[in-house]
């Protein structure tokens, strides 16, 4: 039997047998026709499964070993460039493992689940087709001007100009409602590390005065979703970011594993309030940990 690095030492791979894992995180409705599921697995993408474009050495794999061993496997990114069938169809392409866009939560849908039934009817975008769609389905049209936008929206993008900025901080000055799909500083990408999302929350925030509403990870709005999505039986976060993976997981008493292939490349650096309940060296070592 191996062995997986944790706070407190080393643990053994295996440790936690399904029928063996503490109650912390356990959907308690975890009995169906007198079987006990195997549990659910919330993994995150980037640093994860793939940097950029380049996937994570046995990815793939270890996502069929997972999923073979009857967990219920959710991606939930903070990415929102991206709609679920997009990024169900980029880890397909990228690591080989064939995703469906059902498994897939994005700090999009999040943000739109915000929106979804209230009074704002337009909201300005600052993002992707991720976004877009997202506000399409919950009946949210979209605006270019910063007197119609009941909202501002913000994620990701890689065409983020000073018009753009200068037009969401001045409908926010109006009075639109400020939300943000996630403040991820940077993200890891196949040629290092990237500014993300949070860079540009952060410009929209310094200039219109005012601090967004946070949509994703590990913020209630996404684990709303997430909670909606589960499957009788615990609760594992596999994520590369202490601050968000291990934050949500932290935050719901689910289980948590971090692994090393993308933001933190040693346990060392990490905050104890975010310490995580192992450490791995990558994604292909979960299935051990939950054999």
Known sequence: MSSIMSYGGLVEAGRWA??????KGENMTGV???ERMRGNVVCDLDGVVYRGTIPIEGAADALRRIEGMGFNLLFVTNNSTRTPVQTAAGIARITGYEASDDQVLGSA?????????????????????GILEALEQAGISTTAKPDRAGAVVVGLDREFTYRKLDAAASAIRNGARFIATNNDVTFPGAGGIHPGAGAIVAAIAAASGTEPEIAGKPHEPVRKLIRERLRPGPVWVVGDRPETDIA?????GWHSALVLTGIVETPSVVPPRFTSEVVIESIVRLPDVLA
């Open 109 to 129: 849908q999040a943000a739109a689940a915000l929106l979804a039934g209230g009074d704002v009817r337009e909201a300005m975008v600052v993002g992707g087709p």
């Open 32 to 34: 169906l026709a007198g």
């Open 18 to 23: 399904a029928n063996d894992v503490p109650r």
């Open 248 to 252: 949500l997981a932290l935050a719901e």
